[in-house]
């Protein structure tokens, strides 16, 4: 992997996880609640916002990962090359460490919080019951997967619980790219596209079919684009915008299946896109990139529970009314959260770094 690509996977990743808490601002119980003042402009653009633009943030981190699981894996040397043991315990370590203490942290917050503010309407939601009324059952649920969600109790981190599940099963990944190569990444392209897979949570048919595709890539050695012109490049970054664009008349007309596609397309694209900023970038702001790419992961943990938080105190105190401000709250609310993780990672790794093990160990 050339240092162009990795300086791309890398400064890829706090974008991401920015899209993420865009996307997860506009959830039914809100965009209900608003929809009864605002006109259709905040529908569109709260749908639009997370479950178009934000939607390729997902497939993209899936992608990495299987690349980066496999770029320095021989396809000749078999299942024995892949330093299974190694990645597997690397993996405890910087996936499900963080995982189950995030979860548990939350249980922990919502139950305080139930508690904090008993009788209060705005905390009579899902998931806010307080953990001495849990039984056994009620913590594996809510630590792996909740009954109404399939998600865990801090409901992002269902993405790292999948990608511990597939690197676990990661030779029979290698098995598949290496025996039906193409055909089975398309395989299991289709099965997403037709929504079939296995009945039980942790192996949803996206993250294997990104993942294997990363690992497609990664066995191959291919450099996703790197190494293009410049002029390759920006018509990349055209090709994105035609993409979306698509996308979105696709989302709004109930088609899904071009709309597959086109995501695919766009993870296929993004890093030549990417070529252009990493050529044209200085060593000025590398310190902040580095900060920025290292807080991605605490960023993704914490602020789901941090923004249901800020969002639901916001709507019982401003009470919406008007397209301008339920608007302005689609992008204040989760900007405000961005900055509220990063001020909360700053303090971790300048004052309190025994507690790294919440960002995988990285600081």
Same mark, same amino acid.
């Given at each position: ?22 996307? !997860? ?6 965009? $209900?609640?608003?929809?009864? !003042? ?12 997370? !479950? ?35 990645? &597997? ?21 919502? /139950?305080?919080?139930? =508690?904090? &503010? ?10 806010? %019951? ?5 039984? =056994?059952? +009620?913590?594996?649920k809510s630590i792996y997967a909740l009954d109404t969600t399939g998600m865990p109790m801090d409901g992002p981190l269902w993405f790292i619980r999948d990608l511990f599940v597939i690197s676990l099963f990661s030779p029979l990944v290698f098995l598949i790219v290496r025996y039906l190569k193409w055909v089975g990444v398309l395989a299991l392209g289709c099965l997403m596209a037709c929504h079939i897979g296995l009945p039980f949570e942790g192996f949803s048919t996206a993250c294997w079919f990104y993942f294997s595709w990363g690992a497609y890539m990664g066995l191959n050695k291919s450099q996703l684009f790197s190494n293009v012109s410049d ?9 994105? @915008? ?39 970038? &200085? ?9 920025? /790419? *290292?807080? /991605?992961?605490?960023?993704? $943990?914490? !602020? ?13 105190? =401003?009470?919406? +009314?008007?397209? @301008? ?6 992008? =204040?609310?989760?900007?405000? *959260?961005?900055?509220?993780? @990063? $001020? ?7 004052? @309190?770094?025994?507690? %790294? ?7």
């Open positions: 992997m050339n240092e162009l690509l990795s300086k791309s996977i890398r400064d890829l990743r706090f974008p991401l996880a920015v899209l993420i808490v865009f996307k !997860h601002y506009y959830t039914p119980d809100i965009s $209900a609640e608003a929809l009864l !003042h605002a006109s259709s402009f905040y529908f569109y653009l709260g749908n639009t916002i997370s !479950h178009v633009i934000t939607g390729i943030a997902v497939p993209i981190f899936f992608f990495i990962s299987g690349y980066l699981y496999f770029i320095k894996t021989d396809m000749e040397s078999g299942i024995a090359g892949m330093n299974y043991l190694k990645k &597997t315990k690397s993996r405890i370590k910087s996936l499900l460490i963080p995982y189950l203490s995030w979860n548990v942290l939350v249980m922990l917050f919502y /139950s305080g919080m139930a =508690l904090l &503010t008993s009788g209060d309407s705005v905390m009579e939601k899902d998931g806010y %019951k307080s953990i001495l009324e849990y039984t =056994l059952t +009620d913590v594996w002029r390759t490049s920006l018509l990349m970054n055209g090709g994105i @915008l035609v993409l979306m664009v698509s996308e979105t008349i696709c989302y709004f007309n109930g088609i899904h299946l071009p709309a597959f596609i086109m995501r695919a397309g766009s993870v296929f694209l993004i890093f030549g896109a990417m070529a252009v900023y990493e050529r044209k970038s &200085t060593c000025r702001w590398q310190g902040v990139l580095v900060f920025l /790419s *290292t807080s /991605s992961f605490f960023v993704y $943990a914490i !602020h789901k529970p941090l923004q249901v938080i800020i969002r639901r105190f916001a709507f019982k105190f =401003l009470q919406p +009314d008007t397209d @301008l401000l339920c608007c302005s709250l689609n992008i =204040l609310i989760p900007l405000l *959260t961005i900055v509220l993780s @990063l $001020a909360a990672f700053y303090i971790i790794k300048r004052y @309190l770094p025994c507690l %790294k093990f919440l960002n995988g160990f990285r600081l």
